[in-house]
């Protein structure tokens, strides 16, 4: 039976790590096990952490973890590379084996769905973006400020490359699986000539990149001679060469790629999330390199969400050491977590907290950091 999440207001639960035994509010009940160990004992700690990504996945009829039957045909458009069995089907639940081919979504069909969204509007680069602060002005923005009269066109996929346990948009599972798809004329047809921006997310827009990367192209070309930017809200997990084709539409329309990275640590990371960082870190990394074509607005923004009792000042120091040697003038937001999906007994992130993590960030040599969704601070 499918189990439901709403998230618990913030009052923390004591639990217990299952790998030393150690009980306190910090630890998730569902991931079983605390910080220290997964960071010093990640042998022991993952296995049960990876226990609680299987339960996660099996009530929603995802694979446990993605296929690598020798046999399969293989899949690269994300970190997962799935070799998917004859009848079987791929980690996101998109693309399944029928008979020796691929089927399920094409650049030509997908699952998602999509909304108006007045600008300016509360996206993880409002704070920098073009839509709403007007950089870039005349060139990429309509106006040198807020974008007021005009409406970002928002795609959110249907499906995922990662398995956050915190996800806070859990509920795309209960459509990754539906039969039905859209084409990417229909949405296509939905960017009129208010439309300034297009952005993609999710779930995540890396296992049906190749659709973004077509419906992105038509867009464009039907909207000669004005604005509109292309922008893209990702865990960075898709092929590289993929990130390449993101990267040159975000730079010549104006848009921007923000990349989630949810930790440093890849042990921490593979327990939160199910999966590497490894891609991700080098896809930013690479999409870093272009930074120099066009400073502004800025093409590379990052985020963390700050998770109770995992992701700590260590975490953020790392991150903006990685994020500062590539540019220290990339944006980085931290943001406040809510309690959701299979870590919905966690507790908000407290205020001092984050103000702890934004100074280490800072003391990194980050020029432009701030703290985001400051109204759910405990």
Same mark, same amino acid.
């Given at each position: 039976m499918l189990k439901m999440w709403h998230g618990d207001t913030g009052k923390g639960l004591m639990a217990e790590c299952k790998l030393c035994s150690i009980a306190s509010n910090d630890i998730s009940k569902e991931l079983g096990v605390c910080l220290k160990c997964i960071r010093e004992r990640p042998m022991g700690a993952l296995p049960i952490a990876m226990l609680a990504h299987s339960r996660s996945r099996t009530a929603f009829g995802l694979p446990e973890k993605p296929p690598k039957d020798p046999q399969g045909i293989l899949c690269?458009?994300?970190?997962?590379?799935?070799?998917?069995?004859?009848?079987?089907? =791929?980690?996101?639940? &998109? @693309?399944?084996?029928? =008979?020796?081919?691929?089927? =399920?979504i094409s650049p030509e069909e997908g699952k998602l769905s999509w909304y108006y969204d007045p600008l300016p509007t509360n996206c993880v680069g409002d704070w920098v973006c073009a839509g709403g602060t007007g950089a870039g002005y005349p060139e990429y923005a309509y106006c040198s400020g807020p974008e007021y009269g005009y409406k970002n066109? $928002?795609?959110? /996929? #249907? !499906?995922?490359?990662?398995?956050?346990?915190?996800?806070?948009?859990?509920? %795309?599972?209960?459509?990754? &699986?539906?039969?039905?798809?859209?084409?990417? #004329?229909?949405?296509?047809?939905?960017?009129?000539?208010?439309?300034?921006?297009?952005?993609?997310?999710?779930?995540d827009?890396?296992?049906?990149?190749?659709?973004?990367?077509? $419906?992105? @192209?038509?867009?464009?070309?039907?909207k000669k001679?004005?604005?509109?930017?292309?922008?893209?809200?990702?865990?960075?997990?898709?092929?590289?060469?993929?990130?390449?084709e993101m990267t040159k539409l975000a730079l010549s329309s104006g848009g921007c790629?923000? /990349?989630?990275?949810?930790?440093w640590d890849d042990n921490l990371h593979m327990a939160l999330t199910g999966n590497t960082n490894k891609r991700t870190l080098e896809n930013?990394?690479? !999409?870093?390199?272009?930074? =120099?074509?066009?400073?502004?607005?800025?093409?590379?923004?990052?985020?963390?969400? &700050?998770?109770?009792?995992?992701?700590?000042e260590a975490e953020i120091k790392n991150i903006a050491r990685f994020i500062s040697s590539i540019d220290?003038?990339?944006?980085?937001? *931290? &943001? !406040? %977590?809510?309690? #959701?999906?299979? *870590?919905?007994? *966690?507790?908000?992130?407290?205020?001092? *907290? !984050?103000?702890?993590?934004?100074?280490a960030a800072r003391e990194e040599g980050l020029k432009n950091v701030r703290i985001g969704n400051v109204h759910l601070l405990a």
């Amino acid at each position: 039976m499918l189990k439901m999440w709403h998230g618990d207001t913030g009052k923390g639960l004591m639990a217990e790590c299952k790998l030393c035994s150690i009980a306190s509010n910090d630890i998730s009940k569902e991931l079983g096990v605390c910080l220290k160990c997964i960071r010093e004992r990640p042998m022991g700690a993952l296995p049960i952490a990876m226990l609680a990504h299987s339960r996660s996945r099996t009530a929603f009829g995802l694979p446990e973890k993605p296929p690598k039957d020798p046999q399969g045909i293989l899949c690269k458009i994300c970190v997962n590379e799935c070799r998917i069995p004859e009848n079987g089907m =791929g980690y996101c639940g &998109l @693309r399944k084996n029928e =008979g020796g081919r691929l089927t =399920g979504i094409s650049p030509e069909e997908g699952k998602l769905s999509w909304y108006y969204d007045p600008l300016p509007t509360n996206c993880v680069g409002d704070w920098v973006c073009a839509g709403g602060t007007g950089a870039g002005y005349p060139e990429y923005a309509y106006c040198s400020g807020p974008e007021y009269g005009y409406k970002n066109l $928002a795609v959110f /996929f #249907h !499906a995922c490359s990662f398995n956050c346990l915190y996800c806070q948009n859990w509920q %795309f599972r209960k459509e990754t &699986l539906e039969p039905h798809t859209t084409s990417v #004329h229909e949405l296509v047809s939905d960017v009129d000539e208010k439309t300034s921006c297009i952005c993609y997310f999710g779930g995540d827009p890396a296992p049906q990149t190749p659709f973004a990367l077509r $419906a992105s @192209r038509l867009a464009l070309e039907g909207k000669k001679g004005r604005i509109l930017r292309i922008c893209w809200e990702t865990n960075g997990s898709m092929h590289p060469g993929l990130l390449d084709e993101m990267t040159k539409l975000a730079l010549s329309s104006g848009g921007c790629i923000k /990349f989630d990275l949810k930790a440093w640590d890849d042990n921490l990371h593979m327990a939160l999330t199910g999966n590497t960082n490894k891609r991700t870190l080098e896809n930013f990394s690479r !999409a870093g390199e272009k930074i =120099g074509l066009r400073p502004v607005p800025p093409l590379l923004i990052a985020n963390t969400l &700050l998770v109770p009792g995992y992701i700590d000042e260590a975490e953020i120091k790392n991150i903006a050491r990685f994020i500062s040697s590539i540019d220290p003038d990339i944006p980085y937001s *931290m &943001l !406040a %977590f809510y309690p #959701h999906f299979y *870590m919905s007994d *966690m507790p908000l992130t407290e205020k001092v *907290m !984050a103000l702890r993590c934004l100074e280490a960030a800072r003391e990194e040599g980050l020029k432009n950091v701030r703290i985001g969704n400051v109204h759910l601070l405990a």
